[in-house]
């Protein structure tokens, strides 16, 4: 099998028990994070990708629904530079914002709630 042939596989190592994610364009700047809302205990994807322009598409994925990707909003253009981790319902990445007034690069620290699927902003 090529790599372009691979599909993105999550896996549950403990019951053995996997799914395959949706395939994304080919191409594309993208990138994934798995999240837990502890309260409805629910797996979600959140995707993130370059639509080919200057700006990025963010979509949510409840694991285990059936429902297919959904386009969520978020009030920051930005793109994550650093794995991520998921603490009591919040996922945590550090990500690059995109300034186009400025050569400067600013950094700040994600938290996205899983369970609401809002973004807010830590000056990083």
């Known amino acids: 099998m090529k790599y372009k042939d691979a599909m993105p596989v999550i896996c549950n190592p403990v019951t053995g028990q996997y799914a395959t994610l949706p ?10 994070f798995l ?3 502890p309260i409805d205990n629910q797996f979600k994807v959140l995707r993130m ?5 200057k700006d990025w598409d963010n979509y949510i994925l409840t694991l285990g629904t059936g429902n297919m990707w959904r386009k969520i909003q978020c009030p ?3 793109y994550p530079v650093r794995e991520g981790i998921c603490i009591n319902g919040f996922l945590y990445y550090l990500a690059e914002l995109a300034d186009e007034l400025s050569d400067k690069k600013s950094y700040a ?3 996205f709630d899983v369970r609401t699927e809002k973004f807010k902003f830590i000056d990083a």
């Open 35 to 37: 999240g837990f809302d």
């Open 76 to 78: 920051l253009t930005h």
């Open 23 to 32: 395939v994304g364009r080919e191409n594309i700047r993208c990138k994934s």
């Open 109 to 111: 620290i994600v938290c």
């Open 49 to 53: 990708h370059n639509n080919l322009r």
